[in-house]
Structure formats: structure tokens, C-alpha cells
């Protein structure tokens, strides 16, 4: 999945931790974007058919959940909050990605599971770091997008640079840690965590 390099560039700018708030956010939202077309597709699937397409679908959307509640983790750990009730948090479907991820053509919609569906939005969205290289494609330059794995790289990276100090802000208390095993959500409070 693409996104515009700005949004990186942005985040190596940052100097603390209110900084990563925005961008947290962001990413808060796009996991939650993705759990509708991918659960909608699982809930269209014939009960006892398709069991494979249905088990792949159910693990995705389990990653996508732990994916959006460990953002929402580390942003209650540095002080932010994520903004739920925003009414603009809400996506629409059929609609854009947060940030404007897949370009200004790519639209996500709520539909039942076919190859098409497969093809133009789940593989899309679940492109690698290192996708085929471009002279294969017909994608724009390399130069102009980033990938999503390029995106929570940054936030990494930036997280670490910060000092150690940011995970004393916000604590663990408006940290969601009960439903998922603890090898795979545990409190938030450093930078290794």
C-alpha cells in the first residue's frame, strides 16, 4: 500500500512525544478502516464453506484488532488519547484510507468476498514492504511513496529516539490488555515494549 512520503519526512521530524499524537491517531485509524471490508467479507461467506478463505479472513481481522488496540496503547502510554468520538473518525465506505493510502484512485468498499475483492482491495492494502520492484508494475515512482510497513518503521524508529522518558507520561491505565494472549498484548512502557 502506498502512502505519500511526506508522512514520513513528518515524523522524523518530530521532537516529542505530542508530536507522535497525530500520527498514532492516523494510524489508529487506518487499522480501524480495515476491520469492516475485512470482516464484512468474512460474514458473507457461507456458514461451512470455504473454511480456509474464512480462517485466513478471522486471523486477519483478529491482527488487524491488535494492530489498532497496540497504537492506541502506545498513544495512551505517551499521554495522547485516541479520538474515537470524533465524528469525523468514522470512515466511509465506499471511501478513502486514512492518509490518503493507495492514492487518490484506490477506494475501499463494504462488499461480500469474491476475487475481484481479493485482488484490487485486500492485496492491495496488504502489499509488502518490498513489493515486486516497479519496473514490473505500472505504479508510480519509487521515490514519491512510501509502503505502510514504511510508515510504522518511522514511528518506530522515532519512538526510539525519544527519550525513555515519554512511557511515564501516560502510564498503563487506559491500556486495553485482557483480550488477547499476554505474549501478544502486554502494557506499553518503554520503547522495547
Known amino acids: 500500500m ?4 511526506r508522512i514520513i519526512e513528518s515524523i522524523q521530524q ?8 497525530h500520527h498514532l491517531q492516523k494510524a489508529f485509524e487506518l487499522e480501524h478502516s480495515t476491520i469492516p471490508p475485512y470482516l464484512t467479507a ?9 473454511r480456509e478463505i474464512a480462517q485466513l479472513l478471522h486471523k486477519i481481522v483478529v491482527q488487524e484488532m491488535l494492530h489498532m488496540t497496540i497504537v492506541c496503547n502506545i498513544l495512551n502510554a505517551i499521554g495522547g488519547h485516541p479520538k474515537i468520538g470524533n465524528p469525523r473518525f468514522m470512515p466511509d465506505y465506499p471511501g478513502h484510507l486514512p492518509m490518503g493510502i493507495g492514492g487518490p484512485d484506490f477506494i475501499v468498499g463494504i462488499e461480500g ?10 492485496m492491495v492494502i496488504e ?3 518490498e513489493p515486486i520492484p516497479p519496473s514490473r508494475l505500472m505504479v508510480a515512482p519509487e521515490d514519491e511513496y512510501r ?7 518511522a514511528l518506530k524508529t522515532k519512538i526510539r529516539e525519544l527519550p525513555e ?27 522495547d515494549t
Open 2 to 5: 502506498k502512502l505519500n512520503k
Open 14 to 21: 518530530v521532537t516529542d512525544a505530542a508530536g507522535l499524537y
Open 42 to 50: 468474512l460474514f458473507s461467506l457461507k456458514p461451512d464453506t470455504n
Open 113 to 122: 468476498f469474491s476475487k475481484e475483492l481479493l485482488k484490487n482491495t485486500f
Open 127 to 129: 502489499e509488502p514492504e
Open 147 to 153: 509502503t505502510i510497513g514504511e510508515f510504522y518503521e
Open 165 to 191: 522518558s515519554i512511557f511515564s507520561i501516560g502510564g498503563t491505565k487506559n491500556q486495553v490488555l485482557t483480550w488477547l494472549r499476554p505474549d501478544q498484548l502486554f502494557p506499553i512502557t518503554s520503547a
